[in-house]
């Protein structure tokens, strides 16, 4: 399995669509703070819209372009113009997800029609501790725009499959969108890391082919007792240059990069698994399960014991 892959099998992120907007005019739509572990998005199927997030920044959304708010954070979706919301928003129901208009007329629901913004709104739900090393290291708002992009035909192709199922609304249609959603995010994972190479973060690591294949090495191998010398190797630098290297593009130092993939696979274990917590620890590098349990807690805020308990908890609450 390539890094990628394996980051956001650890994530497991859950997608669920919410509904889709069609309107024209001037609208404002406000989303409030979600809470943790969900991440809300936006894709725009056609038209036009701003989003204004908390700290007052305008961004401008076109056809193709792909919004996520890892953290969950408040926004808002405006028209272009920013002219009065005079009409009111009605619900209704498309026959595939339920429907926001503030145009009374209902008479094109087989697509955009007249509107001025055809929008998809959705979240990603996933399991914080596993997730961390993905979402967490995403800026907020992760955006990846197609404007003007000649050499995404891939992208624009799920986009454009994802609009004309949500248009046509045949049987199937929701969980081929709603795969589509998932196939969408791994895709705009890779287009950002390779725009924003000369970035830092773990997309930045992994657009990097010598920093990446260390990576790659740390993952299929949490258990290994890594030094930065035997990860240099690997990217075929040498101990000095490597871990500045590293520094740079990863924002943290190596050995700290290592602890959070370690307590992302031990997450991951601790959920998916009836492993004891030593044999997890054991199996992310840690000789004893107390030098496990206290670099967990650490991390992760929680005891090894607690976090696992934590789905149950919330299944209980629900």
Same mark, same amino acid.
């Given at each position: ?17 919410d ?21 809300p ?14 700290d007052?920044?305008?961004i401008?959304?076109?056809?193709g372009?792909?919004?996520?708010f890892?953290?969950?954070?408040a926004?808002r ?13 009605t619900?209704?129901d498309?026959?595939?997800l ?25 979240r ?5 501790g596993?997730s ?14 197609l ?5 995404l035909g ?25 795969a589509?959603?998932?196939a ?6 890779r ?10 973060? %773990?997309?930045a ?12 090495g740390?993952?299929?191998a ?8 035997d ?5 075929a ?5 490597y ?25 991951d274990l601790?959920?998916r ?11 992310v ?16 805020? %929680? ?10 908890e919330?299944?209980?609450r629900?």
């Amino acid at each position: 399995m390539d890094t990628l892959s394996r980051l956001i099998d650890l994530a497991r992120p859950q997608c669920s669509l919410d509904l889709r907007c069609l309107l024209t005019g001037g609208f404002d739509i406000d989303h409030t703070p979600m809470e943790a572990g969900i991440a809300p998005f936006h894709l725009v199927l056609g038209g036009s819209c701003v989003v204004e997030t908390a700290d007052g920044a305008r961004i401008a959304l076109g056809a193709g372009d792909f919004m996520l708010f890892p953290r969950g954070a408040a926004h808002r979706v405006r028209d272009v113009q920013q002219a009065p919301a005079i009409a009111p928003l009605t619900l209704s129901d498309d026959g595939m997800l339920p429907l926001r208009r503030n145009n009374d007329d209902s008479s094109d629901l087989q697509g955009r029609g007249g509107a001025d913004l055809d929008l998809l709104c959705g979240r990603f739900v996933y399991a914080p501790g596993s997730s961390a090393l993905l979402l967490n290291a995403l800026p907020d708002p992760f955006h990846v725009s197609l404007g003007g992009v000649q050499t995404l035909g891939a992208l624009q192709t799920v986009i454009a499959l994802m609009r004309a199922e949500a248009e046509q609304r045949q049987p199937g249609a929701l969980a081929i969108v709603t795969a589509l959603s998932h196939a969408l995010f791994a895709m705009a994972l890779r287009v950002h890391g390779e725009r924003n190479a000369a970035g830092s973060g %773990v997309l930045a690591l992994l657009a990097d082919a010598r920093l990446g294949a260390s990576v790659q090495g740390m993952l299929a191998a949490p258990e290994r007792a890594w030094t930065i010398a035997d990860l240099g190797e690997l990217a075929a630098m040498s101990r000095a240059t490597y871990a500045r290297r590293f520094s740079e593009r990863a924002g943290i130092t190596v050995m700290d990069f290592l602890t959070q993939i370690r307590m992302t696979i031990a997450c991951d274990l601790l959920r998916r698994t009836q492993r004891s917590a030593a044999e997890i620890g054991e199996a992310v590098g840690y000789q004893s399960e107390a030098a496990f349990g206290k670099a967990f807690q650490q991390s992760v805020g %929680v005891t090894p014991g607690r976090y696992r308990r934590q789905p149950q908890e919330n299944d209980q609450r629900t």
